[in-house]
């Protein structure tokens, strides 16, 4: 399979170089070049199937020959080594619980997979790849557990200080080896600017930068896994599937529909924001126009120019008449957010965080019109990762699950620095 640059059709490339670049010279990102399509006796004996499978079969096309069945199948075991429980919160209304990883972040998948891909593909070679990321949270600790011990791969991960969790600090700065977290005197913006401008400066181009967010195709095209197993678990009950993707990159949710247009059988997807609504307002106004980033209590989600929809668009050959029928968008607010949360916790006892929540939201305001459905929204965190929102909302205490402990008691080593002077400073000396 060959990608091609969303900015010029006629600029391809291979699966490799893909992901190893991240992003095209011209700053398209990669698309491929046509779409692959599972044959029905795929569907029709899905339930037969393992996840791990299911993983290969959807995942293979877009890789080929670039990688030896044995080292692809093994890397789809390895990435997939945890639970994807779906749980009935109402009647016909199901939770996809993508949070059972090692991070507890439904990065956690597509940070793995990336990571194998590039041990791979470094093999042999001489020189490192440099991962250099921006967190304001969950993606930096999926990233660092994914890749840690990756050899031929060094990863530096910046985070604004003092202005992410507990948890997620330790799970930046307790691991150590290839892994290296730089403490920003600053905000989360400052810290994407530094990132930003180490991949334009002349002077680091031999350090191989790279990026690990969901630009990048090896850490995208994984997401698409969920949705087969959606289906997997739903198919006997033979109503029409919806699902509904908390949704900030749009990288998630572009996956999804991916696979639908490979054939999967959902009917309707459904993107749900909380106030950054660039895409609401874009499907009913068909104007692009993003507004300055809004902080919510669905942090994950403040993204207000995401950058994966142009891939959504490509899906649907630029028709936004297409596009329609198969995408519905929903903002909510945070008090909806807050109230559906103290509403679900009451009725089912079911504890949706922050992001799962605004997911439910968007499901319940589309289904109304279709109640002959099955509706799935993705929780795409754990609650305890939000401690403030739940228990001050809910009146409860969420125990700190075991898997997490371990990192707690762990010193924390983060390098300081001011400017990007310092950033450069430390990737060229250190
Ligand atoms: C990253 C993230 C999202 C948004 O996913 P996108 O692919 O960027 O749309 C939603 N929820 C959580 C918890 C996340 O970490």
């Given at each position: 399979?060959?990608?091609?640059?969303?900015?010029?059709?006629?600029?391809?490339?291979?699966?490799?170089?893909?992901?190893?670049?991240?992003?095209?010279?011209?700053?398209?990102?990669?698309?491929?070049?046509?779409?692959?399509?599972?044959?029905?006796?795929?569907?029709?004996?899905?339930?037969?199937?393992?996840?791990?499978?299911?993983?290969?079969?959807?995942?293979?096309?877009?890789?080929?020959?670039?990688?030896?069945?044995?080292?692809?199948?093994?890397?789809?075991?390895?990435?997939?080594?945890?639970?994807?429980?779906?749980?009935?919160?109402?009647?016909?209304?199901?939770?996809?619980?993508?949070?059972?990883?090692?991070?507890?972040?439904?990065?956690?998948?597509?940070?793995?997979?990336?990571?194998?891909?590039?041990?791979?593909?470094?093999?042999?070679?001489?020189?490192?790849?440099?991962?250099?990321?921006?967190?304001?949270?969950?993606?930096?600790?999926?990233?660092?557990?994914?890749?840690?011990?990756?050899?031929?791969?060094?990863?530096?991960?910046?985070?604004?200080?003092?202005?992410?969790?507990?948890?997620?600090?330790?799970?930046?700065?307790?691991?150590?080896?290839?892994?290296s977290a730089i403490?920003?005197?600053?905000?989360?913006?400052d810290c994407q600017?530094?990132?930003?401008?180490?991949?334009?400066?002349?002077?680091?181009?031999?350090?191989?930068?790279?990026?690990?967010?969901?630009?990048?195709?090896?850490?995208?095209?994984?997401?698409?896994?969920?949705?087969?197993?959606?289906?997997?678990?739903?198919?006997?009950?033979?109503?029409?599937?919806?699902?509904?993707?908390?949704?900030?990159?749009?990288?998630?949710?572009?996956?999804?529909?991916?696979?639908?247009?490979?054939?999967?059988?959902?009917?309707?997807?459904?993107?749900?924001?909380?106030?950054?609504?660039?895409?609401?307002?874009?499907?009913?106004?068909?104007?692009?126009?993003?507004?300055?980033?809004?902080?919510?209590?669905?942090?994950?989600?403040?993204?207000?120019?995401?950058?994966?929809?142009?891939?959504?668009?490509?899906?649907?050959?630029?028709?936004?008449?297409?596009?329609?029928?198969?995408?519905?968008?929903?903002?909510?607010?945070?008090?909806?957010?807050?109230?559906?949360?103290?509403?679900?916790?009451?009725?089912?006892?079911?504890?949706a965080d922050p992001?799962?929540?605004?997911?439910?939201?968007?499901?319940?305001?589309?289904?109304?019109?279709?109640?002959?459905?099955?509706?799935?929204?993705?929780?795409?965190?754990?609650?305890?990762?939000?401690?403030?929102?739940?228990?001050?909302?809910?009146?409860?205490?969420?125990?700190?699950?075991?898997?997490?402990?371990?990192?707690?008691?762990?010193?924390?080593?983060?390098?300081?620095?001011?400017?990007?002077?310092?950033?450069?400073?430390?990737?060229?000396?250190?």
């Amino acid at each position: 399979m060959k990608y091609y640059s969303l900015n010029n059709p006629n600029l391809k490339v291979s699966f490799k170089e893909a992901a190893i670049t991240g992003i095209a010279p011209d700053k398209g990102l990669y698309f491929p070049e046509s779409l692959p399509q599972l044959n029905r006796s795929f569907f029709e004996n899905i339930e037969k199937y393992t996840k791990e499978e299911i993983a290969y079969q959807a995942i293979h096309p877009f890789i080929g020959d670039e990688i030896p069945e044995s080292v692809l199948r093994n890397i789809i075991s390895e990435t997939l080594n945890f639970d994807f429980p779906i749980v009935e919160v109402q009647e016909s209304i199901f939770a996809l619980e993508l949070y059972h990883g090692p991070t507890m972040a439904f990065k956690d998948v597509g940070a793995r997979f990336m990571s194998r891909c590039l041990r791979y593909f470094t093999q042999g070679r001489k020189d490192k790849i440099t991962i250099l990321v921006a967190t304001s949270g969950d993606t930096g600790g999926a990233v660092a557990n994914g890749f840690y011990g990756v050899e031929g791969v060094e990863v530096v991960i910046l985070y604004p200080s003092g202005k992410v969790s507990t948890i997620q600090e330790k799970q930046l700065t307790t691991l150590g080896k290839n892994i290296s977290a730089i403490e920003v005197k600053g905000t989360f913006d400052d810290c994407q600017d530094m990132v930003k401008r180490a991949f334009l400066d002349p002077e680091l181009q031999t350090k191989n930068l790279t990026s690990a967010n969901s630009i990048n195709i090896a850490r995208w095209l994984p997401q698409m896994f969920y949705y087969f197993l959606i289906y997997q678990k739903l198919k006997s009950k033979n109503k029409p599937i919806l699902v509904s993707v908390p949704s900030g990159n749009f990288g998630n949710i572009c996956a999804g529909m991916l696979a639908m247009q490979m054939g999967l059988p959902i009917n309707h997807f459904i993107a749900s924001t909380n106030v950054n609504d660039t895409i609401p307002r874009f499907m009913s106004t068909q104007k692009y126009e993003p507004h300055p980033t809004i902080e919510t209590i669905s942090n994950a989600m403040d993204v207000s120019n995401p950058s994966n929809f142009i891939r959504i668009l490509e899906l649907f050959q630029q028709k936004t008449n297409l596009l329609e029928e198969k995408l519905s968008s929903y903002s909510f607010s945070d008090e909806e957010t807050v109230q559906l949360i103290q509403k679900l916790y009451a009725e089912t006892q079911y504890l949706a965080d922050p992001h799962g929540a605004v997911g439910y939201l968007g499901l319940a305001a589309y289904r109304e019109q279709y109640p002959d459905t099955l509706g799935v929204f993705l929780e795409t965190a754990h609650p305890v990762k939000f401690p403030e929102s739940i228990e001050k909302y809910l009146g409860i205490h969420i125990p700190i699950p075991q898997s997490l402990q371990p990192i707690l008691d762990k010193p924390k080593h983060s390098y300081e620095i001011e400017s990007y002077k310092n950033l450069k400073d430390f990737l060229l000396y250190k």
